[in-house]
């Protein structure tokens, strides 16, 4: 009788552990349309990278590249310090590089517990043959930043992000 109803109540006991530890917990995180502005520079097209940086000042996570030739990454010198050492895949969506004056539209996915948490957001720009701008733009991530216009001091005039 004793194994009958362990034989019962198996089948439940996995049931209910895959549905409490199966299932991967996600953190929510909202959408941003991002708006890079570049200055009226002369050269080749600006590589982006939009990265997450933790409240310790250390790279969290790629949120987006614009320019897609990985060969010219290690231009972006303190981005590749963090990508270069692990070289996974790169956890953002590429785009084309910018050139002078052009501007460009980007969405960009952020985790919402990371909002007013001490965050920053950092956009690096390298052009070939010219400067790289370590933090062209830096601030923090606060519920109002993600609504605003930062004004760059590189190859980037400006960005504005607003919530999607």
Same mark, same amino acid.
């Given at each position: 009788?004793?194994?009958?109803?362990?034989?019962?109540?198996?089948?439940? =006991?996995?049931?209910?552990?895959?549905?409490?530890?199966?299932?991967?917990?996600?953190?929510?995180?909202?959408?941003?349309?991002?708006?890079?502005?570049?200055?009226?520079?002369?050269?080749?097209?600006?590589?982006?990278?939009?990265?997450?940086?933790?409240?310790?000042?250390?790279?969290? #996570?790629?949120?987006?590249? =614009?320019?897609?030739?990985?060969?010219?990454?290690?231009?972006?010198?303190?981005?590749?310090?963090?990508?270069?050492?692990?070289?996974?895949?790169?956890?953002?969506?590429?785009?084309?590089?910018?050139?002078?004056?052009?501007?460009?539209?980007?969405?960009? #996915?952020?985790?919402?517990?990371?909002?007013?948490?001490?965050?920053?957001?950092?956009?690096?720009?390298?052009?070939?043959?010219?400067?790289?701008?370590?933090?062209?733009?830096?601030?923090?991530?606060?519920?109002?930043?993600?609504?605003? #216009?930062?004004?760059?001091?590189?190859?980037?005039?400006?960005?504005?992000?607003?919530?999607?």
């Amino acid at each position: 009788m004793k194994k009958s109803l362990i034989f019962k109540l198996f089948p439940i =006991l996995v049931l209910t552990l895959f549905t409490v530890f199966g299932f991967k917990s996600t953190t929510d995180s909202s959408s941003y349309k991002c708006m890079i502005q570049m200055t009226n520079y002369t050269g080749e097209g600006a590589y982006v990278v939009i990265s997450l940086m933790n409240p310790d000042g250390n790279y969290e #996570k790629t949120l987006y590249i =614009l320019g897609d030739d990985e060969e010219w990454y290690h231009d972006i010198a303190s981005w590749w310090s963090f990508y270069g050492k692990k070289r996974s895949n790169i956890d953002a969506i590429t785009g084309a590089t910018l050139s002078g004056g052009e501007r460009s539209i980007s969405i960009i #996915k952020i985790d919402n517990d990371k909002i007013d948490a001490g965050y920053k957001i950092r956009f690096e720009t390298a052009v070939e043959d010219k400067e790289y701008y370590k933090d062209d733009i830096e601030f923090e991530l606060t519920s109002e930043t993600v609504k605003s #216009k930062v004004d760059g001091k590189g190859y980037i005039r400006y960005i504005r992000m607003m919530p999607q």
